[in-house]
């Protein structure tokens, strides 16, 4: 059993910041791509920014700039700083990650249950 435990969202003003953490655990092998995903009311979730084990990265162009991913393998943690937060940035933000939870097993997508960035203006 893999658990995604998501934190740090909350409500903000605009030009602020926040910093969201993820957080895999239970029986895993190995991690390889970690990302961060956000759905808007009424719109279709989108790739934030994702991160490879050996960190390359890969950052929707709406944030880059402002936001940063980064990853503590020795954790099996992400994390998303996110700066210049503006209203159009109120999501919520979902953590993903591909995974090994055995040596023999397949490579499985895990999502994590979702967390609240709210930007007022």
């Known amino acids: 059993q893999v658990q995604l435990m998501e934190s740090g969202g909350g409500l903000v003003q605009a030009g602020g910041s926040l910093r969201l953490s993820c957080a895999a655990s239970?029986?895993?092998?190995?991690?390889?791509?970690m990302g961060w995903y956000r759905q808007a009311p009424e719109k279709e979730r989108e790739l934030v920014a994702d991160i490879t084990r050996d960190g390359t990265t890969n950052v929707a162009d709406s944030v880059k700039g402002r936001f940063t991913i980064s990853r503590d393998n020795a954790k099996n943690t992400v994390y998303l700083q996110m700066n210049s937060l503006k209203p159009e940035d109120t999501a919520v933000y979902y953590c993903t990650t591909f995974l090994q939870a055995t040596i023999s097993g397949p490579i499985a997508r895990y999502w994590g249950q979702g967390t609240q960035v709210t930007v007022s203006s």
């Open positions: 239970g029986t895993i092998f190995r991690i390889n791509k």
